[in-house]
């Protein structure tokens, strides 16, 4: 079992930047593969940024490639999403979430994942 732990969200302004952080607990290896997705209400969830636990392969959405920036500390057992340029398109609720064993060309579906965070809300709004 993993638990996942998201912080950071918020409300902030178009342009600037903001960093969310998920504290992963639990048994993790190399194997795992973590991901940030976001949803608004009443669509489907959409696939944000992932990054190979070992050795650290990163995957982006189309959406934010350029602007966002996934990375994670091992030693903490925590993933970062580092939102720069931040856009009114960019508001959703962010969830962190973790997979095994997940193949290179599943990363950006969310049903790979077998485990959540809670979600928080990023609001970017003048």
């Known amino acids: 079992q993993v638990q996942l732990a998201e912080s950071g969200g918020g409300l902030v302004e178009p342009g600037y930047s903001q960093r969310l952080s998920c504290a992963a607990s639990?048994?993790?290896?190399?194997?795992?593969?973590m991901a940030w997705f976001r949803q608004v209400q009443g669509n489907e969830r959409e696939f944000v940024a992932a990054i190979r636990w070992s050795g650290g392969n990163t995957w982006y959405g189309d959406s934010v490639q350029g602007r966002f920036t996934i990375s994670k500390d091992n030693a903490k057992n925590t993933m970062y999403l580092q939102m720069n340029g931040l856009k009114s398109e960019d508001t959703a609720v962010y969830y962190c979430?973790?997979?095994?064993?997940?193949?290179?060309?599943?990363?950006?579906?969310?049903?790979?994942?077998?485990?959540w965070g809670q979600g928080l809300q990023v609001t970017v709004s003048s």
């Open positions: 639990g048994r993790t290896s190399g194997r795992y593969t």
């Open positions: 979430a973790a997979g095994y064993g997940i193949i290179n060309s599943s990363t950006r579906n969310a049903g790979a994942y077998n485990y």
